[in-house]
């Protein structure tokens, strides 16, 4: 049966919006709530275009559209399958691993490294340490649903907190941190953009050259003390930041 028979999908013939784009827009609001999960096969387009009253070329428009963000693909003698939800993350001080579970990501976690080092005079300015002291640098990749999503690099100030990597593969850096009476208390953060290397898009399974979300965090806790000097990178045809802008009064 054609699953999206089940979305009462409609169009508005009145409204200014291209119908393409409203339905493309409701397929991708089902695939974002869960109605339509990872690995479901959509119906034939001739169906779905005669049950709306829309164009064929309608509709592979709108289904073109979410195979260009990333969420259906074509699969050659399979059809359409929706391949997932792209994470829309708040800019707030939370984890990534909190913030995919409570999306019903199902995040897993790989650890790539977990050593001791010296650090650099950017890791040392941020954490608030000699440069050369030893910090604890944690490397792991990020999976949603068993595909990569994110690289994360970590570096925490030495003696800080247990971080054996069985540990971190079952859980979040910060839950860890919540454990061990470390209370998070604010952030300062920056947000960009750059492209792949190769190494990182055989990491995060892209194209060399493919758009990269970069973040960087140095969180503190309710001392004032830096805990954490994080520098991430994220598939952004996977993932986005959201922010809510408010105006000075």
Same mark, same amino acid.
């Given at each position: 049966?054609?699953?999206?028979?089940?979305?009462?999908? +409609?169009?508005?013939?009145?409204? #200014?919006?291209?119908?393409?784009?409203?339905?493309?827009?409701?397929?991708?609001?089902?695939?974002?709530?869960?109605? /339509?999960?990872?690995?479901? /096969?959509?119906?034939?387009?001739? &169906?779905?275009?005669?049950?709306?009253?829309?164009?064929?070329?309608?509709?592979?428009? =709108?289904?073109?559209?979410?195979? $260009? *963000?990333?969420? !259906?693909?074509?699969?050659?003698?399979?059809?359409?399958?929706?391949?997932?939800?792209?994470? *829309?993350?708040?800019?707030?001080?939370?984890?990534?691993? %909190? $913030?995919?579970?409570?999306?019903?990501?199902?995040? =897993?976690?790989?650890?790539?490294?977990?050593? @001791?080092? #010296?650090?650099?005079?950017?890791?040392?300015?941020?954490? +608030?340490?000699? &440069? +050369?002291?030893?910090?604890?640098?944690?490397?792991? !990749?990020?999976?949603?649903? +068993? &595909? #990569?999503? =994110?690289?994360?690099?970590?570096?925490? #100030?030495?003696?800080?907190?247990?971080?054996?990597?069985?540990? !971190?593969?079952?859980?979040?850096?910060?839950? /860890?941190?919540?454990?061990?009476?470390?209370?998070?208390?604010?952030?300062?953060?920056?947000?960009?953009?750059?492209?792949?290397?190769? %190494?990182?898009?055989?990491?995060?399974? &892209?194209?060399?050259?493919?758009?990269?979300?970069?973040?960087?965090?140095?969180?503190? $806790?309710?001392?004032?003390?830096? @805990?954490?000097?994080?520098?991430?990178?994220?598939? =952004?045809?996977?993932?986005?930041?959201?922010?809510?802008?408010?105006?000075?009064?």
């Amino acid at each position: 049966m054609d699953p999206t028979v089940s979305l009462q999908l +409609g169009v508005d013939r009145s409204s #200014p919006v291209p119908l393409y784009f409203q339905l493309s827009q409701q397929l991708e609001a089902a695939i974002e709530r869960g109605a /339509l999960t990872p690995g479901t /096969l959509l119906g034939n387009e001739i &169906e779905l275009a005669g049950r709306l009253g829309l164009s064929r070329p309608t509709v592979r428009q =709108a289904i073109q559209s979410l195979v $260009d *963000k990333g969420l !259906l693909v074509r699969r050659r003698g399979v059809g359409t399958q929706v391949v997932h939800s792209q994470v *829309k993350r708040p800019l707030e001080l939370s984890s990534l691993y %909190d $913030d995919l579970e409570a999306a019903g990501q199902r995040p =897993a976690t790989r650890v790539l490294r977990n050593t @001791v080092e #010296p650090a650099s005079a950017e890791v040392a300015a941020a954490l +608030g340490i000699a &440069e +050369g002291d030893e910090v604890h640098l944690v490397e792991r !990749l990020r999976l949603a649903h +068993g &595909e #990569p999503m =994110a690289f994360l690099r970590n570096r925490l #100030p030495a003696g800080l907190l247990d971080l054996d990597t069985p540990r !971190l593969e079952a859980t979040g850096l910060y839950r /860890l941190m919540r454990a061990a009476s470390i209370t998070l208390h604010r952030a300062r953060q920056s947000v960009g953009a750059r492209a792949a290397t190769a %190494d990182e898009g055989r990491q995060l399974g &892209e194209p060399e050259g493919a758009p990269l979300l970069t973040m960087q965090r140095t969180t503190f $806790d309710d001392t004032g003390r830096a @805990v954490e000097f994080g520098s991430h990178i994220y598939r =952004a045809s996977r993932y986005s930041f959201e922010f809510q802008l408010l105006v000075r009064p």
